[in-house]
């Protein structure tokens, strides 16, 4: 088993996450399109390659769209075009699509300002010209009267929708796409699925804007942090690769160092242990753990933990995001939670001139779009995790 740190995995490199995958798979299959929630580095990608190869058992195919990369509409469409060419889908009007979006792209040179679905292609011969809009519902058409099941997996959508709102106080392109989709997921359903993830989460991004009418269709799954046991057996199994022996009182240590034991923080404290055993490794010790999460804390390491601060503004607009930061400061500083008063209290001295309902909401926004949990029965917030990273 690899040690394959801040990337996706699959195959024999995935660990356990068995219910998930079968919790998910069988959201879909019953029909249901599927937005998956989860804080950053928590491994949502790798479950959607994970569910994505069950669903190939199932004799479905499978696409994988990463949209982090896409300026617009077209560049959405281009990739997912390309994508479901390379999954072997044969239906006829694919080709036309694809090349058309492509010539409609090296037309605009850049960025597609507008509204993208709206644009028109060419005819061939006595066709007529046709909207990108209406060439889509035909090549969805056509997957719906083909043998032809698919499940879309699209990563990091927020990035694109961020792309979309930009320079746009009005959020009207934004919403056009947002009801677009939305009424794509609705009308074909038959043979299409659809999985959403990425690391701005979906639901806070349009919380914030007003928006949330344009994602209710969706399902939503969830993605924690491994189990004690879980997290013992996967530090284990990554220590046998390399021939090292990590007794339970070591796994325990690490996991409280953690605090929350996401597969990506248990991968990091274990490369940094490994690295630090010498050659041949000595077998590690609590020493070694200690000397290792000090190591991890350091300036020349934050580059594995600014995701979580990077990425916040992304997802949300300027004063949601002010809030979210005055919530994980008054979380980070504190690992036995606060209530829910005392977060509203720290958004409320952000916003002295604003009243107690705007405040409560802008709690309650930056809340759903930072990494913290909420303890209902001591209603108490925590941060996952305290130790690494921290919000000033």
Partial sequence: MNNIVGQPVEGEDFYDREDETSRLWEQLEQGNHVVLLAPRRVGKTSLAIRVGAEAVQHNWRFVLVDAQRDRDELGLLANLFENLKSAGLKVPILARLTEGVAWLRRSARGRVDGFGMSLELAGNGEEEAQTVEN???????????????????????????????????????????????????????????????????????????????????????????????????????????????????????????????????????????????????????LNDVTTACEQLTRPDFYKHFEPWRGRLAEGLGPDEHRAAVAVLNALCTAREGRTRDHLRAAVAVRFPHDDHERCARLCLVSWSGTDIYYARQQNRAYLHDTHFVHFC
């Fill in 135 to 285: 060439l889509i519902n035909q090549l969805f058409e056509e997957l719906e009267r083909s043998e032809d099941r698919v499940l879309i997996a699209v990563d990091e959508l927020p990035v694109l929708l961020t792309e979309l709102n930009r320079d746009d106080e009005t959020s009207a392109r934004l919403r056009s796409f947002l009801n677009w989709f939305r009424g794509l997921r609705l009308r074909y359903r038959k043979n299409v699925r659809w999985l959403l993830l990425g690391s701005v989460g979906l639901d806070s991004f349009v919380e914030a804007r007003n928006l949330t009418q344009t994602i209710n269709d969706l399902q939503t799954a969830s993605l924690g942090a491994y189990p004690e046991p879980v997290a013992i057996g996967f530090l284990q199994a990554l220590g046998r690769d390399k021939g090292l022996t990590l007794h339970e009182d070591v796994c325990a240590a690490i996991i409280a160092e953690i605090g929350w034991p996401l597969p990506f923080f248990l991968q990091l404290v274990f490369q940094r242990i490994y690295w630090n055993l010498g050659r041949p490794p000595q077998q590690p010790t």
